[in-house]
């Protein structure tokens, strides 16, 4: 079983298709197509049907694709030892939710491409239901995520880097009565969703109807500018709060926190790029609010 023919099979299923594929590694499409089939003869099995112009992964192919990439990526772990890296170098895909993404990660992405020059960096926003699947697939290395505090996945490695209270916020005026009584969600995957939920039942909140919205951004715009009230982590909203633009009631109940993770799969080989950047996570945390 080849490398190139394991790389050949994971670059189509990643770009669409085997000319995309061709295109992308420099082959011809002819070789491209006799990678996959000398794979496919050496497994007895089919990797992909040809539906006219749509190629797509049989079941078989599916369940492979697992398989080829931790191959691919231990090849990779074997190399970059055989090499005796001095210095973290090569790729590293970060995942992060959408919230980490513009309010934690800018200052360490930062500082990592100031420290390592040789590592290119991707970053990529992750859904929550995705995210299992995004690790144990090899589209990302390394996952910044927000949840609950006890979770912990059985098949990823997790660590807690920092617990991060809630806020409740609410309009500065109350021009309309009704408009306190709407709440404002994130989207109902989001970890603290389900927070929300239970802190309006707990406390008895008069709700008479939700919104939900895919950014933390437009929520808070939502509630300067009247709409209802909604519950977010306290680092989201710091700066709105020092300048008054809404109210803010910090939640005191530590049940009521969530946690910022650093994730990646158990099986996943921890490259000096990886360990660098969950280093340097590390001490950044250390300074957040």
Same mark, same amino acid.
């Given at each position: ?67 080829? !990439?931790?191959? %691919? /990526? =231990? ?5 970059? &030892?055989?090499?005796?890296?001095? *210095? ?48 144990? !697939?090899?589209? %990302? /290395? =390394? ?5 609950? &505090?006890?979770?912990?996945?059985? *098949? ?134």
């Amino acid at each position: 079983m080849e490398l190139r023919h394991l790389i050949t099979f994971k670059t189509i299923i990643e770009k669409g298709g085997f000319k995309k594929a061709a295109d992308h590694l420099g082959y011809a499409q002819s070789s491209v197509t006799n990678h996959v089939k000398d794979l496919e003869e050496e497994l007895n099995q089919r990797l992909f049907d040809r539906l006219g112009k749509k190629v797509v992964l049989t079941t078989f192919g599916k369940e492979f694709f697992p398989y080829a !990439n931790k191959i %691919i /990526d =231990l090849y990779t772990e074997v190399k970059e &030892k055989a090499n005796h890296y001095d *210095e973290p170098s090569g790729n590293l895909r970060i995942g992060s939710f959408e919230i980490l993404t513009s309010c934690r990660l800018p200052q360490i992405l930062l500082e990592y491409k100031e420290k390592y020059p040789k590592v290119n960096l991707s970053i990529s926003s992750i859904d929550y239901q995705n995210l299992n699947s995004e690790l144990q !697939n090899g589209n %990302i /290395d =390394l996952a910044l995520v927000l949840d609950k &505090k006890d979770w912990n996945p059985k *098949e990823l490695h997790v660590e807690r880097i920092k617990d991060e209270p809630m806020v409740l916020i609410s309009p500065l005026k109350e021009k309309d009565a009704r408009n306190t009584r709407t709440v404002l969600y994130t989207e109902r995957s989001c970890a603290y969703k389900g927070l929300f939920d239970r802190y309006i039942e707990e406390n008895q909140l008069d709700v008479r109807g939700s919104v939900d919205f895919g950014s933390v951004e437009a929520i808070k715009q939502c509630v300067m500018n009247g709409l209802g009230i909604s519950m977010l982590p306290y680092f989201t909203v710091k700066n709105r709060l020092d300048q008054h633009v809404f109210n803010g009631k910090i939640i005191q109940d530590r049940d009521y926190e969530v946690t910022t993770f650093v994730a990646y799969h158990k099986d996943k080989w921890i490259s000096p790029a990886i360990d660098s950047m969950i280093s340097l996570i590390r001490e950044h945390a250390q300074q957040w609010d």
